[in-house]
């Protein structure tokens, strides 16, 4: 397959204009040396005329028509123009003619200029009377003289033209070539290892009309870095998360197939039983933060009431309350309706709920709250617990990180999966003090209107 070359498009389209200049320009060049020379040869019949009267008596000879000499009588340069003279008196009587042409027909009206043919040759011929109308005169030059010097005036211009024309091509193709070499030197930088190792592009070198390309390629660049350092960190995490489950139901295993005792053997099989499903829950929760964030925009986005949301996720947890003693609480004032994905948003939920009942002591309180402000919906789970240290606040949604004094078989990973279900619908997690001294973590969506509830698919 031919590709396309810049060089030689931008070439052809320039070339294409400066024919096209080239050929108004010779147009308009020769349109405006006709018409100057027009002007010139009719001034000079006007000249001609006048000068005849000039000479002529005041009152005019009653004879016979005198003839003018012809032009090799007077022994003249057989290139130099003289005009044909036709004179008449009053009555169309032919005082004076040229042997050049003929005598012209008597046209006693106004002064202008007609074209008239004699043997082969045109014949530009001007008439008019003197002031007393006692004379009538006609003066004609032969076109053919003129379109001579038309010839010797236009030639060299039109030469000049052509050379021009022909050195153009050479010159714009050299000149684009030379202008080109930025895109060719960031094609090198592109390829060369030095660019992936984190240089920039854009520099002093680039022009202005490619220092945008070359800063949107310097933030993808920049992007992509980030996404593999992202990647890298996150499979390092993973695997050192994943390695010690898995050591610890190797362990648990190989201690249980060595043993005689079938109590023991039991009690190894029951951690073997915890680390794998401790693994299970890990990798089940690293293939859905891998799955939200690579989502750039949600799918499945629709009207709904938050609300119904979270009392599907207090159902779910409900169980696991009730084990601790731990009394679940739910506050709406009815303002929660909002754009999103509800499996997402459940997902988001379940896993507040699961930080909270961790965190809270047995018979504790875990409170949440939904209400709509300030063209918001704010969802907000509160517990009794110990609270967030100042020094893990900034650190709260990061991967695998578990602030100090964390309780339970987590790994990590349940903020961080909230926090990117946030983003995707364009929120983020806020962490502070409950009013019972614990932990708050809230979250905002945009309010929609309440007439959005008869949509379809609205719940």
């Not at 810049?6 to 070339?15: A, E, G, Q, S, T």
């Not at 027009?38 to 000039?54: N, P």
């Not at 000479?55 to 003249?76: E, F, I, K, N, W």
């Not at 489950?245 to 099989?269: M, N, S």
Request: contains cysteine.
């Amino acid at each position: 397959m031919i590709r396309p070359s810049l060089n030689r498009r931008l070439v052809l389209r320039l070339l294409a204009g400066i024919v096209l200049v080239w050929c108004a320009a010779a147009g308009w060049l020769a349109w405006r040396s006709l018409h100057e020379v027009d002007e010139i040869f009719d001034q000079m019949l006007v000249r001609t005329a006048a000068s005849v009267f000039a000479v002529m008596p005041a009152t005019p000879v009653q004879g016979g028509t005198a003839r003018l000499p012809d032009r090799h009588a007077l022994d003249s340069d057989a290139t130099a123009q003289r005009p044909a003279i036709t004179v008449r008196n009053a009555s169309g009587q032919l005082l004076i003619r040229s042997t050049e042409l003929p005598a012209l027909s008597f046209d006693p009206g106004d002064a202008h200029f007609h074209s008239v043919t004699y043997g082969q040759r045109r014949w530009r011929v001007f008439q008019r009377w003197d002031a007393q109308r006692q004379y009538w005169i006609q003066v004609g030059a032969p076109l053919d003289e003129r379109d001579e010097l038309m010839r010797k005036l236009l030639a060299p211009a039109l030469l000049s033209l052509l050379a021009l024309l022909v050195l153009v091509p050479p010159m714009v193709f050299a000149g684009l070539r030379s202008g080109l070499k930025p895109l060719r030197r960031l094609t090198r930088q592109l390829s060369a290892d030095t660019h992936a190792a984190g240089a920039s592009l854009t520099d002093a070198r680039v022009p202005v009309e490619l220092a945008p390309f070359t800063e949107a390629i310097d933030r993808l660049v920049a992007r992509l870095q980030r996404s593999l350092e992202h990647e890298r960190r996150f499979t390092a995490d993973a695997a050192h998360e994943l390695r010690h489950p898995l050591a610890a139901l190797r362990l648990e295993l190989d201690l249980a197939g060595r043993g005689d005792d079938a109590v023991a053997r039991a009690r190894h099989l029951q951690r073997a039983q915890e680390a794998l499903d401790r693994m299970q829950r890990l990798v089940a929760q690293l293939l859905m933060l891998a799955r939200v964030e690579k989502l750039a925009e949600l799918d499945d986005a629709g009207p709904l009431r938050l609300v119904s949301v979270v009392e599907a996720a207090l159902r779910d947890a409900s169980e696991r309350a009730a084990a601790r003693s731990i009394e679940l609480s739910l506050d709406h004032d009815g303002n929660d309706f909002v754009l999103g994905s509800r499996s997402l948003l459940g997902i988001l939920v379940q896993n507040l709920l699961d930080n909270a009942l961790r965190h809270a002591p047995d018979h504790g309180q875990v409170n949440v709250r939904v209400g709509g402000r300030n063209e918001q919906v704010t969802l907000e789970v509160n517990d009794n617990g110990s609270g967030f240290a100042a020094a893990d606040v900034a650190r709260l949604g990061e991967r695998f990180h578990r602030p100090e004094g964390s309780v339970g078989e987590g790994s990590g990973l349940g903020l961080s999966i909230a926090q990117a279900i946030a983003k995707l619908h364009h929120g983020e997690l806020a962490f502070g003090r409950s009013a019972q001294g614990g932990a708050q973590v809230s979250f905002s969506l945009p309010r929609v209107a309440t007439d959005a509830a008869h949509a379809p698919g609205y719940v």
